[in-house]
């Protein structure tokens, strides 16, 4: 009787450790998405502080989308090219900083939300006497992620708009 009683129990808890392996597997892997998706993310951060657009189309899909500040600028492609890689021209230094992201993965698709402050340094004008005040604006970008047949994750859309930091009084 005892054995029976210990089959059933088993039996009936067997299930939900299945479900539970389960989840935390599920988890496991959700954690290394959330990982790969942030390290796109960061990437492309890296590369627009390094005033460098070089090779970024790779972290975007090939019909990606990019609005800025209420414009569409078309594919990234079409952005990096007609209006990205022209400003960081003019640049001197752009820096992030209060960088945080929240980053949500449904399956093939991830959803991030960017929150941070930005620097740009205008290079001197070689006319003027003194170099332009640094331009600082606190933003916020959402992009649409998806993962593809190599498993690779690409932003396929990207929405960023900024505004002069407020005054704390």
């Known amino acids: 009787m005892k054995n029976l009683f210990a089959l059933a129990v088993l039996s009936a808890t067997l299930?939900?450790?299945?479900?539970?392996?389960?989840?935390?597997?599920t988890a496991a892997a959700g954690s290394a998405d959330e990982v790969a998706v942030?390290?796109?993310?960061s990437k492309y951060q890296q590369a627009v502080q390094?005033?460098?657009t070089t090779g970024t189309h790779r972290l975007f899909t090939a019909n990606s989308q990019v609005f800025e500040s209420?414009?569409?600028?078309g594919s990234y492609r079409h952005y990096a090219e007609h209006h990205l890689a022209p400003e960081l021209k003019e640049f001197s230094a752009f820096?992030?900083?209060d960088y945080k992201a929240a980053v949500q993965v449904d399956g093939p698709y991830?959803?991030?939300?960017?929150?941070?402050t930005y620097t740009?340094?205008?290079?001197?004008?070689?006319k003027e006497k003194e170099a332009k005040a640094p331009i600082v604006r606190?933003?916020?970008?959402?992009s649409v992620l998806r993962k593809n047949a190599a498993g690779q994750w690409q932003i396929m859309s990207t929405h960023t708009s900024a505004r002069t930091p407020r005054v704390k009084k």
């Open 15 to 25: 299930p939900f450790a299945a479900a539970t392996a389960q989840a935390q597997t």
């Open 38 to 41: 942030r390290a796109v993310l």
């Open 50 to 52: 390094k005033l460098d």
């Open 70 to 73: 209420g414009g569409v600028e």
């Open 95 to 97: 820096t992030f900083s």
């Open 110 to 116: 991830a959803f991030a939300t960017e929150t941070y």
């Open 120 to 126: 740009i340094n205008l290079k001197k004008d070689p």
């Open 138 to 142: 606190r933003g916020v970008a959402t």
